[in-house]
Every structure is written in structure tokens, then in C-alpha cells.
């Protein structure tokens, strides 16, 4: 196939429309022409020839009949002084019918003709339409002109025609398009292994290669970017690990110095080391933490009894919730009996989460947990009573290291467990929604995984 240009489509749909309106019209005035020629159609000459062939006939015949009449033709009989005696037309016509022909001596007022035939004692007069007329009596009644009628049928069907036409064209150029808008779409979500198919048509065709440089120029920067990425999370995954030896000989000889008769000062020196080795250790997990989630879990995914997991969960959850003086109110409905995940990364997810809801959560106030089957999904909702989240919060929770105001009066909050949690769930192609709860006003977190 080959090349066309966007000027050569539309020549061709203009040519298409021109012989397309042609057609309809031949077609149309051919149709119209037979039907003239059968005697379905009366056009305005013929009625002149019928009503003249009939004149004689009508001027010496001694008594008017409507059989007598020409066909199509209404008909008055009047006096010579202008009284009417009978005929087709109402009653009330009469009367400007006799002013236009006989007063006013026209043959003619729109959308009428006239015509005028002397008897002894009697003048008759003829009226019939300016345009031909359909024979049939029912079609004659309905559309009292068969030139509008051949109008309005070729009006119509030029409509239909620029209706078809814009259809095919508009799909044959949609179909061109689409393989434009393929391609912006595999760009945008970063999809760079696919080969821009050609349109033949030769400005999509330039766009596309346009296209098509970009995204190898942007599969180039990518590579670069993603190479550069996981090599700087390997080396911080390798340090994080490398930190803990050392950290580990710090606390076996801080332990040690503990069992040896300590001054005062040395006492107070152990105590800072140890706690300075705490604040290091929490500061390496949550690198080994950020590595982890930036490259992706190991899923070990299983089939297991929900229920009794959510069992297991409940009970590690209470414990946590009675060290803060928190009361737990956990509720299951529809779940499903099993479930294939990770038990592990989702126990972690769920963990991070109920953690960062108790932060918030006001002493004796109450974690709501609501687990339920919906839409092939079961959703896992932890829903505090602390102040909700801000606006920011709302559209940042789930990113690195964001801390709303209200969590930077911890040292040890380094905004990561929503991060890790929402990791973990899109591995598992699930996600996480946050919200505001419209109950308790807190904080609403939901933990979605397909089952």
C-alpha cells in the first residue's frame, strides 16, 4: 500500500460526494421522468394540454359533471352575473376565485392556475396547482406537489450520502489515528518495547517517526536512569547490611563494659553509646527498608485460611493496641475462605499501617479494622479517631519519606510505612486508598488485594 497525503483523502472524498450527488439527481430526475411518461406524474404542461383538449367540450356539453372535468382540476360554475351555482371548490373560495379571474382578469395567483371557459348562461372555472402533480388520488391529497416531493427525496438522500461518506472517511482516518494514539500511549505509561506501526498516510506517517525517535532517545535516558537507580539501591542495600556488623561489635562490647564496675561517668558514656546504637539500628532497617521497596519484594505467594490469618493478625494487632491504651474493634463479612499472597509481606503491610494509625490515634480511643469481600477484592480498612489526614497528606501519604506536620515531633517517623505498605500491595496488583473516615473523623486507610 501506498503513502497518501491527507489532501489526496479529502480530493477523493470530494470526488465521492460529486458523483454521489450526481447519481441521486440522475436517478432521481430519471424516476420522475418514467413516472411523467406512465402517467403517475402530471406535469404543468400536460394540464394545460387537458384542460384545452377539453374546452370544446365543456363550452357546448349541457350539463357540467364532475366527470366532465379534467383530471386534477377543481372547478366553479357561476352566473354570468357572478352567482355561484356549483362545484368542487368550498363555498367560501368561491368568492376570490370569481374577483381573480373575472374582475381582475388574472390566469394565475400562487400557488394557482386558472382557466376560464364561457357557456351560454354560465361561466366555468378551472383551477389547478403550478407544479405537476401526483395521478394517485392518495398521494395527490398527501403531497399536493411532486416537484417538492422530488426535491425534498433528493435533499434527503444527498443528506444520507454526506452521512455514509463521513462515516467511512471518519473511520478510515480513525483507524489511521489510532495507531497514533497507540503509540503516545505506550510512551506515557513507559512502555518502550513496541515498533511504530506506519499509517501510509503521510503527515500521521511524520508524526510517527517523531514519535518513534523520541521514544528511543526516552528508552536511551530510561535505561540510563533505571541503571543508575539500581545500582545506587544496591550500594545502599550493601552498606545498610555492611553497617550491621560493626553495629553488632558495638553492642557486644557495650554489654560487656555492663559487666564491669562502671564510674558514674563511664555509666552514663554506656548509655549513650547504647541508645546511639538503637537510633543507628532503626536508621539501617529503614534503608534496607527504602532498597527493598524501590526494587521490589521477593513475593513468596501461598494459599492459606484467611480467617484464621486474620485471627493470628487480630491478636498481634490487640497487643499492640493495649501497650498504647487503645481499644481494638475488628469486624470480618463476606471473605472469601482462602487467599494467595505473600502471608509475610502482607502481615508487614497490614502492620505498617495499623502502626501509623495508632500514632495518630488519641489514648482510649478506638482502631476500627473492617475486613470484606468486594468486587473480586478483599479490602482491609484501618480507620483511626485522630484528626484524619490534611489535604496534603491525602495526596503525599503514600510517598517516600513525607511526613505531615504532625508526625515530625518523632525522631524515629521517617514517613515510610504507607510507602511500604502500598509497595507491597501493588505487588500483590492490589493498591491502597486513603481517605477520611465520615464515622469516626480519623484517618481511613484500605489495603485492597484481588483474591
Known amino acids: 500500500m501506498g503513502v497518501r497525503k491527507l ?11 460529486a458523483l454521489g450527488v450526481f447519481l441521486v439527481a440522475f436517478v432521481n430526475i430519471a424516476f420522475y421522468l418514467f413516472g411523467v411518461e406512465i402517467g403517475f406524474i402530471y406535469p404543468i404542461n400536460r394540464m394545460s394540454a387537458e384542460i384545452e383538449n377539453a374546452r370544446g367540450s365543456l363550452q357546448s356539453t349541457d350539463r357540467i359533471t364532475e366527470n366532465e372535468i379534467p383530471p386534477l382540476c377543481e372547478y366553479a360554475l357561476f352566473t354570468k352575473d357572478g352567482k355561484y351555482i356549483g362545484g368542487s371548490l368550498d363555498l367560501e373560495e368561491t368568492a376570490s376565485v370569481w374577483k381573480i379571474c373575472i374582475v381582475n382578469n388574472q390566469t394565475s395567483s400562487k400557488p394557482y392556475l386558472y382557466a376560464v371557459i364561457d357557456r351560454t348562461d354560465e361561466i366555468l372555472i378551472l383551477r389547478y396547482r403550478m407544479t405537476a402533480q401526483f395521478s394517485n388520488p392518495l398521494l395527490h ?35 489511521k489515528m489510532d495507531k497514533l494514539l497507540t503509540a503516545v500511549k505506550k510512551i506515557e505509561q513507559q512502555d518502550l518495547n513496541f515498533e511504530v506501526e506506519k499509517s501510509h498516510l503521510y503527515e500521521i506517517d511524520l508524526t510517527l517517526n517523531a514519535l518513534n525517535h523520541m521514544k528511543l532517545a526516552l528508552k536511551k535516558s530510561l535505561t540510563e536512569q533505571w541503571q543508575a537507580d539500581k545500582l545506587r539501591q544496591e550500594q545502599i542495600s550493601a552498606l545498610a547490611h555492611d553497617l550491621k556488623t560493626p553495629l ?6 557495650t554489654e560487656l563494659l555492663y559487666d564491669t564496675d562502671l564510674t558514674i561517668e563511664q555509666q552514663e558514656c554506656a548509655d549513650y553509646i ?7 539500628q532503626v536508621y539501617v532497617k529503614t534503608l534496607i527498608d527504602l532498597s527493598t521497596a524501590s526494587t521490589g519484594y521477593q513475593l513468596n505467594k501461598e494459599i492459606f485460611n484467611l480467617p484464621d490469618y486474620l485471627k ?5 494487632i490487640d497487643a499492640l493496641c493495649r501497650t498504647k491504651e487503645i481499644h481494638l474493634r475488628m469486624s470480618m463479612s463476606d471473605i472469601p475462605m482462602q487467599l494467595t499472597a505473600d502471608k509475610v509481606l502482607l502481615g508487614r503491610a497490614i502492620q505498617n499501617v495499623v502502626n501509623n494509625a495508632l500514632d495518630y490515634s488519641p489514648q482510649d480511643g478506638t482502631l476500627h479494622i473492617d475486613v470484606c469481600g468486594k468486587d473480586d477484592f478483599v479490602e482491609i480498612s484501618v480507620t ?8 496534603e497528606a491525602l495526596q503525599h501519604a503514600q510517598e517516600q519519606f513525607f511526613m505531615d506536620d504532625q508526625s515530625r515531633n518523632s525522631k524515629l517517623h521517617f514517613g515510610m510505612g504507607l510507602y511500604i505498605a502500598k509497595s507491597i500491595m501493588e505487588q500483590h496488583s492490589g493498591e491502597l486508598v486513603l481517605e477520611n473516615s465520615k464515622s469516626t473523623g480519623g484517618a481511613k486507610v484500605i489495603l485492597k488485594i484481588p483474591f
Open 7 to 17: 489532501r489526496t483523502v479529502f480530493m477523493k472524498y470530494a470526488i465521492f460526494l
Open 141 to 175: 391529497r398527501i403531497f399536493p406537489s411532486a416537484d417538492w416531493v422530488l426535491i425534498a427525496v433528493i435533499i434527503l438522500e444527498i443528506l444520507l450520502l454526506l452521512i455514509v461518506l463521513s462515516y467511512l472517511f471518519g473511520k478510515y482516518l480513525g483507524n
Open 248 to 253: 553488632t561489635i558495638i553492642r557486644g562490647n
Open 274 to 280: 547504647t541508645d546511639s546504637y538503637t537510633q543507628m
Open 312 to 316: 493470628q493478625v487480630k491478636v498481634s
Open 384 to 391: 483511626d479517631e485522630g484528626e484524619g489526614f490534611s489535604n
